[in-house]
């Protein structure tokens, strides 16, 4: 089992400066925990699920927790698969908050449509929706 340091940071995990810490979504915020291999059964308090790139938990509190397992220094962006992630489990939070009954297939697919837009459109709809009118 990985030891805990202050915030449910985990020792040994690679995760690369500039990762989010919390992302408001519907006004709510939600944090955002890195896990890998040994430290995810802390983290979500179940049993380990090999192969598990992330996942989204409301109770007790909204936690997005994404493993940093999948960060893969042979690909042009080595975080591509922790990004995409992000996104399914964002999917997932809006899914659960606003009782959607979304299917898993439902959310994948809005995963690689929206994330395909986004990485396509390199930070212009980011920018254009953040200026409002």
Known sequence: MAKRKQGDTFTGL????GCPKQVSISGIQVAIKYFNEESEGVLIDEPKDE???????????PLIGLNVDSIDDSLPD????????????IIEAINDMNQNGLSEKDVRNLEVGLYSALRANRGALAKWIAKGV
């Open 14 to 17: 690679r995760v690369p400066s």
């Open 51 to 61: 192969g598990l790139f992330g996942f989204y938990r409301s109770f007790p509190c």
């Open 78 to 89: 080595p975080m591509d698969s922790l990004k995409s992630t992000a996104i399914h489990e």
